[in-house]
């Protein structure tokens, strides 16, 4: 008894609910806060005071970049406490924690900076004959409404890779955090209220994904979706939006090549250190190591040097390097995972064992593309490391996927990195350092079953904005 309790938050005001659901630490299994469960009439009270706030918002480019800095100062005072929170409510060490709270703080730096870089641009009417007396132009326009829907695994980062640009562009927000890590979004929200952001342009509907998403998508005042989280979700939403666009930031199964000419020390330190960020659960997560034969002995031994260094345990200890899974279900199936791939023949060459929802960092040697391990997406501490001869082969087996968000490569021979960069198919191409990597100024989305659309402040932007043409017919 006592814990908080976190009501609906639209158009300014807490709006409690009949029923709520429980959101737990996920180390301790200690009971943090409830959370109102919405219905559907609250659903559409937070798109109508988005919509309303829309259409009424008088705030320039300019006051929402200021708004935004403002968040990125706010959230630098308040690190601590965010990142103790994301500990607590991801079970995310401290160290991810801190990672993570850097990003949010420059995504709203960077978002305040595009707020105020927002133009169109001049379209030469006079390229065609008759149009002499005509000018030209396109500007960008907000879409609207825009309902952002975010999952467990970085939930105050992915709601700002949302939130942020929608509001540099002039778009009012409806977010739906996950259910499992729900805090850090009414966080975020607070923080924005705190810089300076009018009531109602951003509210939070929480509640099942299967039912508010639901409500969400049926309502048509809604101009835009921007989702990140499975493809079984995100093929949902685009079926269901229909003409209005969307972003789908889905999930990936990354290939990294470490190739003969490689620093192996440099490459095995770089990947063990990356592999098990957020206990695996980032779409970016090192999954498939592919190396080349002639060195595969050499760099496994120095990679698992450096993976058996690495601390397992709570949290909150600053000296953990890999906390717990999000749940104990999710522990369990990437296990099961595992134990099959071993029954159809791959070899354990560290980890396998769990402690409730602590999956300790596994490596698997041995395994074939068609096993779980690899042709899925893992989602868990779980890495398997593959051979190959020939990079044209290297090449073949990190495109046998149905995923193509980030590949990595780690060679010296600049030929080969730029021939990797044409060849892989995959969103971003990341040299000498892993698939994990990502700066939040780069655009960032996949191709295949990794998505669609683009993120990164200035790419969201474009995303979350409309050009519209104007031409001036002169006389004279
Ligand atoms: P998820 O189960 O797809 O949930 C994501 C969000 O969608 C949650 O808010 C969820 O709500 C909601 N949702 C569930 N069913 C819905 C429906 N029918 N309609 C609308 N919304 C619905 O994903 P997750 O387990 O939270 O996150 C893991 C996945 O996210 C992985 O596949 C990972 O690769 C992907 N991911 C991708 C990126 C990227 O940038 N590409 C980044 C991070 C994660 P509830 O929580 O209430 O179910």
Known sequence: MGEPIYALYINGEWMATQETFPVYHKYNGQLLARVARAEQE????????ARRNFEQSELTPFQRSQILQKAAE????????????????????????????????????????????????????????GAENRIGFAIRVPRGVIAAITPFNYPLLLS?????????????????????????????????????????????????????????????????????????????????????????????????????????QQAAAIIAQRSFHNAGQACIAVQR???????????????????????????????????????????????????????????LL?????????LYPTVLADTRPEMKVNGLEVFAPVVTIQSYQTIEQAFAIANDSAYGLQAGIFTRDLDLAMRAARK????????????????????YGGVKNSGLGKEGPRYAIEEMTDLRMVVLNLNG
């Open 42 to 49: 609250h659903v559409r009270q937070a798109v109508t005071a």
């Open 74 to 129: 706010i959230a630098t005072e308040r690190r601590d406490e965010l990142e103790l929170s994301l500990a607590r409510e991801v079970g995310k060490t401290r160290k991810d924690a801190a990672g993570e709270l850097d990003r949010v703080i420059n995504t709203l730096r960077l978002s305040a900076e595009e707020a105020t870089r927002i133009a169109g641009e001049m379209v030469p009417l006079h390229a065609t004959p």
């Open 160 to 264: 700002t890779h949302k939130v942020a640009p929608a509001i540099a562009a002039g778009n009012t927000v409806v977010l739906k955090p996950a259910s499992t890590t729900p805090l850090a979004s009414y966080q975020l929200v607070e923080i924005l209220e705190q810089a300076g952001l009018p009531k109602g342009h951003v509210n939070i509907v929480t509640g099942a994904g299967s039912e508010v998403g639901d409500w969400l998508l049926a309502d048509e005042r809604i101009a835009m979706y921007t989702f990140t989280g499975s493809g079984e979700v995100g093929k949902q939403i685009k079926q269901r939006s229909g003409l209005r666009p969307v972003t789908l930031e889905l999930g990936n199964n990354s290939p990294n090549i470490v190739h003969r000419d490689a620093d192996l």
């Open 289 to 347: 190591i592919l190396v080349q034969e002639e060195v595969s002995e050499d760099f496994t031994e120095a990679y698992l040097g450096c993976v058996r260094q690495l601390r397992v345990g709570d949290p909150e200890d600053p000296a953990t390097d890999i906390g717990p899974m999000i749940s104990e279900k999710e522990a369990v199936r990437a296990e099961a995972w595992v134990r099959e791939a071993l029954a159809e023949g791959a070899r």
């Open 350 to 358: 560290y980890g396998g064992k769990r402690e409730g929802a602590l």
């Open 424 to 443: 892989l198919e995959y969103g971003g191409v990341i040299v000498n350092d892993v698939s994990t990597y990502r700066n939040d100024v780069m655009p």
